[in-house]
C-alpha cells in the first residue's frame, strides 16, 4: 500500500492540496483518473482544489483504491496576485447547510455547471468570510465588506466582479430572511473593449507552424467554425454532417443548440486528423479518454501564437472574434453571422462593425489629406511657368 501526504500549498491564487507520494506507476495512473486531480509543474505534484466540502469524499475514493493518507488538509486561504495570504475560517456546519441549499436551488433552475460553480465558488467564500455570524443577521454591511476585500484583495477583473454580485443577489433573493436588499448590490457596468483581432494572414500564418496534428485541427475548428472553447470541448463526431457542410453544436450557450459551417478546405485536415488518433466520442478527447481541457488548449495556441510570432494576446475565444470579424468584411449578412454564432441578440454581434476594416480602410487621416493637398499645391506653383 502507496502513503500519500496530502500537502497544503497556494497554487495560481487559490488554496490547494498536493498528493505526495513514492514514484509508482501503477498508483499515478490510478491518481491521475480521480475527478479533479490535476498536475503542476511548478510544484512538481498532483493536487486538488482545496474544498472543505468535498474533501472527505475525496479522502474516500483515496483509501477505496487502497492509499494510506496522512497530513491534514489545511484551512483556507486566498492569495492575491501581490501574495498576500489571507486566513479564512472553514464554514461552520449551518452555513454548510445554506451552501448546499444555495447549491441545489441553482441546479433546480437549470443553471449551467460552470454558472453553479462560479455562483458557489462566490458565495463560499462570502459565507466564510462573515465567519460565524448568523445567516438572519447577514445584511447590506456585509455585504459591501466582502465585495471591496475581494476587489482590493483579491484584485479581481471588472468581468470577475459583475459575475460575483450576480451571484450575490441570487443569493439575496433565495434567503429573503437575511437583510439583503439583492437589487441594491451595486453592479458595476460592462467593460466596453473591442476584441483583438488577427489578420487573415496571421490566422494561416499560425496553422503553419502548428506541427502537432491535433493541436492544428482544434485552432482550424476554433476560426473555422466560429466556436466556444465550450462547444469545442463538447463536440462529438455524431456532430458533424460532411454532405451538407454543417456543424451540429447542442446545448451552446443559453442550452441552444444550432448549426454552423464547417471550412470545405478542412476537409482533408480533420480526415488526416481521424486516421491518426481515431477518437472514439469527442472530436478532441484527452490521451486518457474522456474530453479534452480548455486549459491544455489555451496553453498550446500560446505556445504556437508566441511561434508565428503573434505579439497579440490571443485566447482561444479571439479566434471566434476573428471568425465573425472575417466574415462581415466578407459582406456576410448581420443577421446570418448572428445565427451562425448563436448570438440571442442582434447588438451582441454588431461589436464586430467596429472592428472590421473594410469601412475604415476608406475613410482618410486629416493628416494625409492635408499632406497631399500640401504636396498638390506645390506641384501646381512649380508648374506655374513664368513669363
Known sequence: MITITLTPFVHNFKSVIGLKFPYHFESKEIIKKLDGVRWTKTHQCFYIVYDELTI?????RLIENKFIIAGNEPSTVEQNRKGVITDLKPLNKEKVIVYESFIQ????????????????????QFLRFTEEKEITLIDAIDVRLYVEWAVGKLNYSVSTHRQMVSGLRHFAYLYPACAINPDAIYMPSKDRKLP???DIKEIL???QVTKNLKHRAVIAMLYGSGLRIGELLNLELKDFDFYRNQLH???GKGRKDRYTTIAETMRPLLKNYHDTYKPKV??????KGGKYTAA?????L??????AGIKKPITPHDLRHCYATHLLENGTDIRYIQELLGHSRPETTMIYTHVMKKDLRLIKSPLDIGLNNISLRNDLDNNVSIT
Open 249 to 251: 453544436i447542442r446545448n
Open 205 to 207: 500564418h499560425l496553422l
Open 302 to 307: 500560446k505556445r504556437n501564437c508566441k511561434l
Open 196 to 198: 483583438v483581432i488577427l
Open 296 to 300: 491544455s488548449v489555451r496553453q498550446f
Open 282 to 287: 469527442y472530436f478532441i478527447e484527452n490521451p
Open 56 to 60: 472527505e469524499a475525496f479522502k474516500q
Open 105 to 124: 436551488s441553482l441546479k433546480g433552475k437549470r443553471f449551467s455547471e460552470s454558472t453553479i460553480r462560479t455562483y458557489g465558488g462566490f458565495i463560499r
